[in-house]
């Protein structure tokens, strides 16, 4: 399998010609979607679904399907109809030759006053996980932890911190387009230094062969 890095949150995964995109929010690329066969999305937040563009995906690619959450799979489901398909915690679902599995029911605290909002997280093919929006531990082995170096709901030591409770082989940043180059050999210090885990990130664009 095939992994590229997409700018911020999102990333696209290859395999025996076929593609999966997670989370093609609206700081991405917008050809990070062109060509998918499934695409995942883990929240309704605007940096993870961008809505006139997934629409415009649907409509580009009729074979192309959706599995989200119900609060996005309800802002797409009456215009492609068995093609927006919802999830939540404890699902397992094969798409295009991907085996998927859901973790996760909520969005990290941002702050007390603002309402936590619904989030799951994405195990492929039982080795890549995206959390989304939190920090989601499966109850399952992951060998590459898409991990979420930078956010207004997060700081190192938590990040750091869910890295060693995942215990992955590896990370890779995703959830970065706001981290600046000035902090980022920073964060490559302390995250590989101490997270217990092979560390690195992509710039959008690149790939790796998982």
Known sequence: MRLTKKTHACVRLEKDGRTLVIDPGAFTEADAVTGADVILVTHEHADHFDGDRLRAALEASPAAELWTLRSVAGQLSAAFPGRVHTVGHGDAFSAAGFDVRVYGELHAVIHPDIPRITNVGYLVDGTVFHPGDALTVPDHPVDTLLLPVQAPWSKISEVIEYV??????????????????????????????????????????ESTDL
């Open 164 to 205: 060693r409770e995942v215990r992955p082989r590896r990370s890779l940043d995703v959830h970065d387009a706001l981290l600046t180059e000035l902090a980022r050999p920073i964060y490559d210090h302390q995250i590989g230094g101490l997270g217990g885990a092979e560390h690195g990130r992509l710039a959008p664009g």
